[in-house]
């Protein structure tokens, strides 16, 4: 069974302009959640999405969004984008929201200059 | 709020020596625990997990056990190998309330032949 897919794996962005980045779950989870990783603030969780609703979120400002599809696949969103905003964006899927264990894709490594 | 400490790295070790990377936590209720790797230019990938009080998570010759007396889940290996160089995590999912998964800062390990 494939893993979690990302696209695409690295970025380079300009402030000022908005992302968006790809996530693929594994075949036949549902809940897919979002997490940023950099080096000072270490690994903090975005959002979480099940059945196309978030169902969770994380303390980031409204620049960042996301949604989810039928087929489960998510995307999210940078607008406006910050040089605070370079970090790794980790995207996980697990089978259901209450489910115990997740799994996580390769990452997008987003460069913002 | 949900919190997981962990203690700072890098940890260096000769092949063959005897790991152990301390996590403790603080969370309500009967959180889960878990271990994550990172391995260079990586994603996360899930090491072992113990879901309740006593259990011990178990892979590659890695080992943690849930003690709930003190709050803790320290990572054990017996003989560790070049090729355990990596960054671990610990993180715990809360059973109750926003149920994302809480990090640690990491420890990297490196090991040297």
């Known amino acids: 069974k494939a893993g979690v897919t990302q696209t695409p794996r690295y970025l380079i962005k300009t402030r000022g302009q908005q992302v968006t980045l790809s996530c693929s779950p594994i075949?036949?989870?549902?809940?897919v959640s979002w997490y940023q990783q950099t080096p000072g603030q270490g690994l903090q969780f975005l959002f979480e999405?099940?059945?196309?609703?978030?169902?969770n979120k994380g303390n980031f400002p409204g620049r960042f969004s996301g949604r989810q599809f039928s087929n489960s696949r998510s995307e999210m969103n940078v607008s406006t984008l910050e040089l605070g905003d370079s970090a790794l964006y980790l995207c996980?899927?697990?089978?259901?929201?209450?489910?115990?264990?997740?799994?996580f894709g390769p990452g997008t490594r987003l460069l913002v200059l | 709020g949900n919190s997981v400490t962990q203690m700072e790295g890098p940890v260096t070790l000769s092949e063959e020596a005897f790991l152990t990377i301390n996590c403790t936590y603080t969370a309500t209720g009967y959180p889960s625990l878990f271990w994550y790797v990172q391995y260079p230019g990586e994603g996360l990938q899930l090491l072992l997990k113990a879901t309740k009080a006593d259990d011990k998570g178990s892979n590659k010759g890695f080992e943690a056990t849930y003690r709930k007396e003190t709050t803790s889940f320290h990572l054990e290996k017996g003989s560790v190998q070049v090729s355990d160089s990596a960054v671990y995590f610990c993180a715990l999912k809360g059973d109750r309330g926003r149920r994302a998964l809480t990090f640690g800062s990491g420890t990297r390990l490196q090991v040297q032949p």
């Open positions: 999405y099940f059945s196309e609703t978030q169902r």
């Open positions: 075949s036949g989870h549902r809940s």
């Open positions: 996980a899927s697990s089978f259901e929201a209450r489910s115990e264990t997740q799994y």
